[in-house]
C-alpha cells in the first residue's frame, strides 16, 4: 500500500526558511521512472506545482520559485525534503506531496497524494 | 513552462445531466513515438487531497466510476461527467506532465443546479 504523509511547522515567520519532510513508503524512488513532487494550493487558489526529484535524483522548480526551494532525498529514511527559503504570506497554504510513478512503457500522472499540510506564514 | 487554460471557470448542472470540461495546453502534450498524450484530471473535494481521475488523456484510474471519460489529443482535452451525482460536486483541474515544471489548469468548479 503506498502512503505519503506531509510533516512541517504549522506557523512560520516571514523572512524564515520553511522545511516540510514528506515521509512514505509502499514504494522505491530508486524505481526507474518514479518521482516525488510537491504542490500547493494557497488559499481560494488553484493547485500550483512546486518541485520534483526523480529516481535518477534529478531535481525540477517552478520557475517563479526557483531561486527559493531546494529538494532533496534521504533514501535510508524514505523522505523527500523540501525547503523554501524567505518565507512570505503568499506562501500561506496547503503543502502536498505526490507520487509519480512509471505505468507500462510512460509515466502516469500524479496517482497517490499525502493528506497536505497546512502552513501560515505570519509574524 | 506550458500553459493550461481551462473552461469555464465554474458551471452549474443538473443532477442526472453531463458536464463538460475543456483544458487546452499551450504546447502539444504528445508524444509522437508512442501516441500517448500527458495530460491528467483530478477531482478536488474541501478537506481532502486531490484524486486522479484520468490519465494518458482518455484512461480512467484504478476505482474512478466509468461516469467520467476524457478525450482529446495534442493541445486540447475534454473531461466528461456524465449521470452527473452530488458527489461529483467539486473542483477538477487538469494537468499536463508532458515537461516538467507539471502546470495544473486554474481549476473549474462544478456544482449542482
Known amino acids: 500500500q503506498v502512503t505519503l504523509r506531509e510533516s512541517g511547522p504549522a506557523v512560520v515567520k516571514p523572512t524564515q526558511t520553511l522545511r516540510l519532510t514528506c515521509t512514505f513508503s509502499g514504494f522505491s524512488l530508486t524505481t526507474t521512472g518514479m518521482c516525488v513532487n510537491w504542490i500547493r494550493q494557497s488559499p481560494g487558489k488553484a493547485l500550483e506545482w512546486l518541485a520534483l526529484?526523480?529516481?535518477?535524483?534529478?531535481?525540477y522548480y517552478s520557475a517563479s520559485l526557483r531561486t527559493r526551494l531546494s529538494i532533496s532525498n534521504d533514501s535510508s529514511k524514505n523522505q523527500v525534503v523540501l525547503t523554501m527559503a524567505n518565507a512570505d504570506p503568499a506562501d500561506t497554504g496547503i503543502y502536498y506531496c505526490?507520487?509519480?510513478?512509471?505505468?507500462?512503457?510512460?509515466?502516469?500522472?500524479?496517482?497517490?497524494w499525502g493528506q497536505g499540510t497546512v502552513v501560515a506564514v505570519s509574524s | 513552462d506550458i500553459v493550461m487554460t481551462q473552461s469555464p471557470d465554474s458551471l452549474a448542472v443538473s443532477r442526472g445531466e453531463t458536464a463538460t470540461i475543456n483544458c487546452k495546453s499551450s504546447q502539444s502534450l504528445l508524444y509522437t513515438n508512442n501516441h500517448i498524450n500527458h495530460l491528467a484530471w483530478y477531482q478536488h473535494k474541501p478537506g481532502q487531497p486531490p484524486k486522479l481521475l484520468i490519465y494518458?488523456?482518455?484512461t480512467r484510474e484504478s476505482g474512478i466510476p466509468d461516469r467520467f471519460s476524457g478525450s482529446g489529443s495534442a493541445t486540447d482535452f475534454t473531461l466528461s461527467i456524465s449521470s452527473l451525482q452530488p458527489e461529483d460536486v467539486a473542483v477538477y483541474y487538469c494537468q499536463q506532465y508532458r515537461s516538467p515544471p507539471y502546470t495544473f489548469g486554474q481549476g473549474t468548479r462544478l456544482e449542482m443546479k
Open positions: 526529484i526523480d529516481w535518477g535524483g534529478k531535481k
Open positions: 505526490a507520487r509519480m510513478a512509471p505505468r507500462g512503457v510512460s509515466l502516469g500522472a500524479f496517482d497517490s
Open positions: 494518458w488523456a482518455s
